[in-house]
């Protein structure tokens, strides 16, 4: 393995870094690798010729192309960065190369997909058809932002931001190595399984934007959109500031994490079923519980957070 593989803490060095899709996650994490001298080279696949061209006209990659195979040899770290519905063929196209000598056999692959047990289960079912072991090491940084594409992509995107890596059946050294990569590009990493992993991201990420998107539905079909949207006032604004991600990407987080997320919009459901009656009949002593209650937590959870920004300054 050419990569230097230290205790954590420590920086991670890659000599040749290949990224699989360049979006706002994938060119942000180039970026920071790139200006925290963590790899030497990156490369890049991406379906998009435009994309490609961008990132090395800014200087972002060394080489690009649609064609995967192209940009493996020599890599001793690849990271998938596209939707999660789209991963079988590549572990496919990994795993061909490693057979072939293309890929190394030490080299480490990753990835930033917002979900986890079909993506496991993916690099394990490709495993095992094709007798390799890829040395997978499952990861999600949470973070993002409105805007998407090469040109969009910001450094500091991961400072002080979670990430999670869930335990997968590669090596420790690999795992080491991964977290001592986004620990080296200013995030804060926590281990879990991918079960917890899904069922966690269900309600406080997946959720979420599964009703911002249809709060923002509803209004954008309604005949007075213009008017409504006009005199929309700040919380509108911000709840429905995260259905303005793609459309893609979420189509297929949600099919892939459904059956987490079919619980929680169930569990979601009868609250709105609870609410609905309690305004039906006037019961304001079920409405002030309701809102109290999620008032406390919402008060506490902003004090969790100023509590940990004051932490993160006084680190830095």
């Not at 040899?73 to 960065?81: A, R, T």
């Not at 990835?111 to 094709?130: L, P, R």
């Not at 604004?237 to 919009?265: C, Q, T, Y």
Request: glycine share 4%.
């Amino acid at each position: 393995m050419t990569a230097q593989h230290h205790l954590d803490h420590t920086p991670v060095f890659f000599q040749k870094t290949a990224f699989i899709g360049l979006g706002l996650i994938g060119a942000s994490l180039a970026q920071s690798m790139l200006d925290r001298h963590l790899t030497k080279e990156i490369v890049a696949c991406d379906n998009n010729l435009d994309t490609l061209n961008i990132a090395k006209e800014v200087g972002l990659i060394e080489h690009g192309s649609n064609n995967l195979t192209d940009i493996l040899p020599d890599c001793d770290l690849v990271i998938i960065c596209v939707p999660v519905q789209a991963v079988l063929p590549i572990f496919e196209t990994l795993a061909k190369a490693k057979l072939a000598g293309i890929l190394s056999a030490d080299c480490i692959i990753s990835d930033v997909c917002s979900t986890k047990v079909n993506v496991v289960n993916a690099c394990q079912m490709v495993e095992q058809k094709f007798g390799v072991n890829l040395n997978f090491i499952p990861a999600h940084p949470i973070a993002g932002a409105e805007h998407s594409g090469v040109l969009s992509r910001q450094s500091d995107l991961f400072v002080n931001h979670e990430l999670i890596i869930c335990k997968n059946h590669a090596d420790d050294k690999y795992l080491r190595a991964i977290k001592a990569l986004w620990q080296g590009v200013g995030a804060r990493v926590s281990l879990m399984t991918a079960d917890k992993h899904d069922t966690i991201l269900s309600l406080t990420s997946h959720l979420p934007h599964l009703l911002s998107y249809a709060l923002t539905y509803q209004l954008a079909k309604d005949d007075e959109n213009l008017n409504i949207f006009r005199y929309a006032a700040g919380g509108f604004r911000d709840f429905s500031r995260i259905s303005a991600s793609s459309p893609i990407m979420w189509h297929d987080i949600f099919l892939a994490n459904k059956e987490a997320v079919l619980k929680g919009l169930d569990n979601y459901q009868a609250i709105l079923d609870e609410l609905k009656s309690a305004i039906e009949n006037d019961n304001s002593d079920e409405l002030l519980n309701t809102f109290e209650t999620a008032k406390n937590a919402r008060d506490y959870f902003g004090r969790l957070l100023v509590e940990k920004e004051k932490l993160n300054n006084s680190n830095n």
